[in-house]
C-alpha cells in the first residue's frame, strides 16, 4: 500500500495582501521620488498673499530653487522658467528678467508687459513694489517709489510732451507737495489733491507774472496775490480764477486802489 503525503497549501488573508501590496507601491513611489530627486526634477507649491498659489515642475538647482521648468499659476496663467538666461515668459505674453524667490518675483528685475509698458526695479513677493523705473508705450515715465504696481510715495513723471511732474503721489495721483513744470515754460509749486492743484501753491506764467495764494480744482480760488510780469499785483480774494471780493490792486508807479472787485473787475470802494 502507497502512502502519499500530500502538502497543505498556504492561504493568504486579504488583510496580509492589502499590506505587503502598500508597502510595494510605497517601495516603488520611493523609487520614483528618488530618481526624480536624482534627475533634479522638482514638485513646488506656494501660496500666495492673495490666496492664491504657484506651482513649479522642473529641474532645480543644487540649493533646490527653480532653474529650469514650467510655473502654473491660480490665475490660469503659466510661465516658462529659464534662471540660466535669468528670464521667465509667461503664457499672457509677459517676460521677467530678474530674481526670483520661492517662485515669485522678488529682489531686482525688469518685466517687459504685452501690452507695452516695460518696469525696472524693485519687487516684492511678485508685486512691483520699491523703487523703480516705470516706461509706458505712449513715451511717459515715471521713476520713484511703487506699491503694488501703483506709484505711490515720491517719484517724478514725466510726460512725453516735455511736461514734468516731480513731488508726491497716491493711488498713482498727484497727492500732496510737488512741482509741475509744462512743456511751455509755466510752473506750479504747491499742494495737490486728486491729481489737481489743491491748497497752497505758487504758479508761475510763461513771461514771468506770479500767482502766490490758494487753489481749489486747479484754479486760482481764495485769498491770493497775483503779480504781473510789468510789475502790477493785486491782492484779495479770488474765486473761479478771477479776483472777486475785497481787494488792493497796485501799480508800478505807485497808483493804488483798494475796493470791490467782481470778475476781476473793480465795482466800487468803501
Known amino acids: 500500500m502507497n502512502r502519499t503525503t500530500t502538502k497543505a497549501k498556504k492561504h493568504y488573508s486579504a488583510g496580509f495582501i492589502l499590506a505587503v501590496t502598500a508597502v510595494i507601491a510605497i517601495i516603488f513611489v520611493a523609487l520614483v521620488f528618488a530618481i526624480i530627486s536624482m534627475s533634479g526634477l522638482r514638485y513646488i507649491k506656494i501660496e500666495t498673499e492673495d490666496d492664491g498659489y504657484v506651482k513649479f515642475f522642473g529641474r532645480a538647482d543644487t540649493n533646490g530653487d527653480p532653474y529650469k521648468g514650467r510655473l502654473y499659476i491660480s490665475d490660469g496663467t503659466t510661465g516658462e522658467v529659464d534662471m540660466e538666461s535669468g528670464t521667465v515668459r509667461y503664457s499672457n505674453g509677459d517676460i521677467y528678467e530678474g530674481e526670483l524667490k520661492n517662485l515669485l518675483k522678488h529682489g531686482k528685475g525688469t518685466l517687459t508687459m504685452e501690452d507695452g509698458n516695460v518696469y525696472t526695479?524693485?519687487?516684492?513677493?511678485?508685486?512691483?513694489?520699491?523703487?523703480?523705473?516705470?516706461?509706458?508705450?505712449?513715451?511717459?515715465?515715471?521713476?520713484?517709489?511703487?506699491?503694488?504696481?501703483?506709484?505711490?510715495?515720491?517719484?517724478?513723471?514725466?510726460?512725453?510732451?516735455?511736461?514734468?511732474?516731480?513731488?508726491?503721489?497716491?493711488?498713482?495721483?498727484?497727492?500732496?507737495?510737488?512741482?509741475?513744470?509744462?512743456?511751455?515754460?509755466?510752473?506750479?509749486?504747491?499742494?495737490?489733491?486728486?491729481?489737481?492743484?489743491?491748497?497752497?501753491?505758487?504758479?508761475?506764467?510763461?513771461?514771468?507774472?506770479?500767482?502766490?495764494?490758494?487753489?481749489?480744482?486747479?484754479?486760482?480760488?481764495?485769498?491770493?496775490?497775483?503779480?504781473?510780469?510789468?510789475?502790477?499785483?493785486?491782492?484779495?480774494?479770488?474765486v473761479q480764477g478771477y479776483a472777486n471780493g475785497w481787494g488792493t490792486h497796485t501799480w508800478p508807479n505807485g497808483r493804488r486802489l483798494e475796493g470791490m472787485f467782481e470778475n476781476g473787475k473793480f465795482v466800487r470802494t468803501e
Do not use: C
Open 121 to 238: 526695479g524693485e519687487f516684492q513677493r511678485d508685486r512691483m513694489t520699491g523703487n523703480g523705473l516705470f516706461k509706458y508705450p505712449n513715451g511717459d515715465q515715471y521713476e520713484g517709489d511703487m506699491v503694488n504696481g501703483v506709484r505711490q510715495g515720491y517719484g517724478s513723471y514725466s510726460y512725453n510732451d516735455g511736461s514734468m511732474y516731480v513731488g508726491y503721489f497716491e493711488n498713482g495721483m498727484r497727492v500732496g507737495h510737488g512741482t509741475m513744470i509744462w512743456a511751455d515754460g509755466t510752473q506750479y509749486e504747491g499742494n495737490f489733491e486728486s491729481d489737481i492743484m489743491n491748497g497752497e501753491g505758487t504758479f508761475t506764467f510763461e513771461d514771468g507774472s506770479t500767482y502766490v495764494g490758494e487753489f481749489k480744482d486747479g484754479v486760482r480760488h481764495g485769498q491770493g496775490t497775483f503779480t504781473w510780469a510789468n510789475g502790477e499785483t493785486h491782492t484779495g480774494k479770488w
